[in-house]
């Protein structure tokens, strides 16, 4: 899913649960920031220095970035059923994995549900993430793996739902997944019922019947969304959403632009331009040491730093939650 869904839908939601707007709009944002945050940071602070790891990589996906950041944010596994096998097959072939996504799994309601119970916003985020790309991840894995591959001959690499470029992710999009029994995955069906399922862990936090107006709501949301449909961008699809809840849009740099002083610019010779452009791209895929960064002095306070502490403790139930499904012990 995209920001369409993990921000402007995300908030939609949050406020007919009864969340506050500013209060709804941290989860919102907490839960889009996820594909935003690519590298490693070394943040230099009054109180020391705060690590703060990558959620998002688009560019390598060696065992540590699939272990790290795709399994525990993206692509969390539905494991093994109670009798120990994977799944029953949704595929053409018949093959089976504990790491295949699918919605709704239970490890990824663990997840969801121990953030409600912390009434962390920025953990409920990152667990509305994880858990709403359930959805738009099925039948996809963590790995770059044949499994993913789209065309069984095809040598393009296969982490993910790369081979399907971004049609998994987009609210209004159809598409063909050819490795299923049933190929056609119409995107509004599949967000529906994720948006259903947040509304509804989201209302039980707030102590709110759902039931009394989940179809509103629901269709509500539907309109918002069609009222997009042909615009070129999602920040022009998202226009309804801004308009209807008065919703700051959505800005990566605003939270990391409150809490880190901006960086330094060095001029660099002409010559040495590639090797810059070479170092920044390492830095962005996380294969070079994290980039050092000096925090302002309301670090401790702000939202990223609040942020950069409920993603440490996401990835760390994440990564025992998925060993639990995937090895489950007799």
């Not at 790369?162 to 999009?173: C, F, K, R, V």
Request: hydrophobic share 40%.
């Amino acid at each position: 899913m995209n920001v369409e869904f993990h921000y402007y839908s995300t908030a939609f939601l949050a406020v007919k649960a009864g969340f506050s707007l500013p209060d709804a709009t941290t989860v919102a944002y907490a839960s889009q920031y996820v594909d935003h945050h690519h590298r490693s940071y070394k943040i230099m602070t009054r109180r020391g220095t705060v690590s703060s790891g990558p959620t998002q990589n688009y560019s390598f996906w060696d065992p540590s970035t699939v272990n790290d950041v795709l399994a525990p944010f993206h692509f969390f596994p539905a494991g093994l059923d109670a009798s120990g096998m994977p799944r029953p097959s949704v595929r053409n072939d018949g093959a089976r994995s504990a790491w295949e996504v699918r919605p709704d799994a239970p490890g990824a309601k663990k997840l969801l549900v121990d953030a409600l119970r912390s009434a962390n916003l920025c953990r409920i985020g990152l667990a509305l993430h994880t858990y709403s790309d359930t959805w738009a991840h099925q039948n996809f894995t963590a790995r770059n793996e044949p499994w993913n591959r789209l065309e069984a001959g095809s040598r393009l690499p296969s982490p993910g739902h790369a081979q399907a470029g971004s049609a998994p992710d987009l609210w209004l999009t159809t598409w063909t997944d050819p490795r299923l029994l049933d190929p056609e995955v119409v995107n509004l069906l599949r967000f529906s019922a994720a948006a259903r399922k947040v509304y509804r862990y989201l209302c039980t936090f707030k102590g709110k019947d759902f039931r009394a107006d989940e179809e509103e709501v629901a269709e509500e949301l539907k309109e918002l969304v069609e009222a997009g449909r042909g615009r070129d961008n999602a920040d022009e699809r998202s226009l309804e959403f801004i308009l209807n809840l008065n919703l700051e849009p959505y800005d990566r740099n605003l939270w990391t632009g409150q809490a880190l002083e901006p960086k330094e610019e060095t001029p660099w010779p002409t010559v040495d331009h590639l090797k810059k452009v070479g170092e920044d791209l390492l830095h962005q895929v996380g294969l070079v040491n994290p980039e050092q960064v000096r925090a302002k002095a309301n670090f401790d306070d702000s939202l990223f730093a609040a942020w950069v502490r409920a993603a440490d403790e996401h990835r760390a139930l994440a990564k025992r939650l998925i060993q639990e499904v995937i090895s489950p012990k007799s």
